[in-house]
């Protein structure tokens, strides 16, 4: 479903492959992170390994978004559907 809604960018999605990689690896007792790391880094790149880590253990919110505000600045489709709504019920 999410996939239905969001336009998802090669690298974005290298980078949900990264987390999904990431936190199999967290939660699964037996297994540790370091044995993985360079493989990890080689396969996704050093950036979004280290983005993926951060999001797995809460440092990094949000990697890869648009930063926006309460008027959602920076959201071309949301500006379009807010200007929609505002001709629909003008």
Known sequence: MFLQYNHI????GLFYQA???VLEIAL???LEFEDYYRNLSRM???????A??????????????TETGMNLDGLDRHQRLFTSY???YA
């Open 28 to 30: 699964d007792d037996e």
């Open 9 to 12: 960018t090669c690298d974005r």
């Open 52 to 65: 993926a880590v951060g999001s797995a253990y809460g440092d990094v919110r949000f990697y890869g978004l």
């Open 19 to 21: 987390l999904t990689a």
């Open 44 to 50: 996704f790149g050093e950036e979004k390994i280290l």
């Open 86 to 88: 505002k001709r629909l």
